[in-house]
Nanobody
Framework: QVQLVETGGGLVQAGDSLRLSCAAS????????MGWFRQAPGKERNFVAA????????NYADSVKGRFAISRDNAKNTVSLQMNSLKPEDTAVYYC???????????????WGQGTQVTVSS
């Protein structure tokens, strides 16, 4: 089992920045992909960003390209999501996830965190 714990959510204004972090523990793998999803009230959980095991490959949803940046620190078993130029439509619960590889993560992650709320006011 892998445990994922997200931190860094909060209430910000449109245009502000926020950084989410996720710490992995348990049976972690340094070769696993990690990423972020989000779920707005009344909507499905959607993919946001992913990064492969060594950081050489990243993938973003079109809605966040150019504004969000994903990174990881394998020594600390963490993945971060830097969110800039936030918009009210970015308001959601953000979930950390991990999977065997970046392709599997986009479709069906193996493990999920409990989520952290991000609220962007206009």
């Amino acid at each position: 089992q892998v445990q994922l714990v997200e931190t860094g959510g909060g209430l910000v204004q449109a245009g502000d920045s926020l950084r989410l972090s996720c710490a992995a523990s348990g049976r972690t793998s340094s070769t696993a992909a990690m990423g972020w999803f989000r779920q707005a009230p009344g909507k499905e959980r959607n993919f946001v960003a992913a990064i492969n095991w060594n950081g050489a490959m990243t993938n973003y949803a079109d809605s966040v390209k150019g504004r969000f940046a994903i990174s990881r620190d394998n020594a600390k078993n963490t993945v971060s999501l830097q969110m800039n130029s936030l918009k009210p439509e970015d308001t959601a619960v953000y979930y950390c996830a991990t999977a065997l590889n970046i392709f599997k993560l986009a479709g069906r992650p193996d493990y999920w965190g409990q989520g952290t709320q991000v609220t962007v006011s206009s």
